[in-house]
Nanobody, 119 residues
Framework: QVQLVESGGGLVQTGESLKLSCTAS????????VGWYRQAPERQTERLAS???????YYADSVKGRFTISRDKAKNTIDLQMDNLNPDDSGMYYC?????????????WGEGTQVTVSS
């Protein structure tokens, strides 16, 4: 079992930055896959960024060049640096990890943190 707690959300204006952090109960460097997702009203949940052993680093077209995902081994967090935010970036942001234990893949989610970008 891996517990995840997101933090860093808030209200910002267009063009500003935010950094989201996801604190994991397991060593983040040993987790198979980590990622950030966004859910906005009347829109499908979108995978924004992820790092996995087999695929490497992925960014959705909507955030490429503006968002950066990373693992902070010292703090044991999965971070999402978000720059040049715009109102379309508003939504609930969720941290997700995929952990492989004894050959079995397990999927875990945090409870989310709200990001609101005003115009």
């Amino acid at each position: 079992q891996v517990q995840l707690v997101e933090s860093g959300g808030g209200l910002v204006q267009t063009g500003e930055s935010l950094k989201l952090s996801c604190t994991a109960s397991k060593d983040v460097s040993s987790i198979y896959a980590v990622g950030w997702y966004r859910q906005a009203p009347e829109r499908q949940t979108e995978r924004l960024a992820s790092i996995s052993e087999n695929v490497g680093t992925y960014y959705a077209d909507s955030v490429k060049g503006r968002f950066t995902i990373s693992r902070d081994k010292a703090k044991n967090t999965i971070d999402l640096q978000m720059d040049n935010l715009n109102p379309d970036d508003s939504g609930m942001y969720y941290c997700n990890v995929g952990d492989v234990v004894e050959g079995i893949y397990h999927d875990y989610w945090g409870e989310g943190t709200q990001v609101t970008v005003s115009s």
